[in-house]
């Protein structure tokens, strides 16, 4: 009988705790004029080519007094990829790279958030054509500020670096000379900002 005493005291003060953790969380979401979701690539070993995304949504949960009690997530179309070459876009969406239409959506959450010397690390699962991986994304946080018209807002900085082998997307060529026409590491940059929600805390 102690025993289940203690068990449900021990559920009720973890219940108060996850509350008040729940309740410091108030809710940003992604401004898209903005915001820059994009990424770079290796091109014939000698350049790199550089796209975006231009439809995504993504909610980030601030906690201000400790950001690593903080979390965030973050959906992102396929089929809105942008490299300025129409051909080339349809090439990544196909089966071949993205395959859109089975795979619609790249999709981020977090698990946690790390203090670092430069910032923080989200470590979260990133699922790219139906493949989750964990990944480490460093970023910078700057703000939250009150801007000209009461809105309070605050900038991600972040980048990082990939594997798009580990994700199924390994469409490739090789050149006469042993290099690849499409490079594997993927660096991924994002340069977000956030604006307060008028339902500010999450659920």
């Known amino acids: 009988m102690k025993r289940l005493h203690r068990i449900i005291i021990g559920l009720m003060v973890g219940a108060l705790l996850l509350t008040g953790r729940l309740q410091a969380q108030e809710k ?4 898209p004029s903005h915001t820059y979701i994009g990424f770079s690539v290796t091109h014939m070993v000698i350049t790199k080519v550089h796209g ?3 439809e995504y949504e993504a909610v980030f949960y ?24 129409q051909k080339r876009d349809d090439h990544l969406r ?7 239409e089975t795979y ?17 690390v989200a470590v979260g699962q990133l699922t790219i054509k139906g493949i989750t991986r964990e990944i480490r994304l460093p970023f910078v946080l700057n703000g939250p500020i009150t801007d000209p018209w009461g809105n309070e807002r605050f900038g991600i ?47």
């Open 28 to 31: 940003f979401v992604i401004d």
């Open 52 to 54: 975006k995304f231009d």
């Open 62 to 85: 601030l906690d201000r007094e400790n950001i690593t009690n903080s979390r965030a997530e973050a959906r992102i179309k396929v089929a809105s990829i942008n490299t300025e070459n």
């Open 94 to 100: 196909s089966k071949d790279f993205f395959d859109a």
């Open 104 to 120: 619609p959506e790249i999709t981020f959450k977090t698990t946690r958030i790390e203090k670092t010397d430069e910032g923080y």
């Open 157 to 203: 900085e972040a980048e990082a670096k990939i594997n798009r082998q580990d994700f199924g997307i390994k469409w490739n060529k090789t050149m006469d000379n042993g290099g690849l026409v499409v490079g594997n590491t993927v660096t991924l940059r994002i340069n977000a900002e956030f604006i307060k929600a008028k339902e500010t805390t999450s659920r």
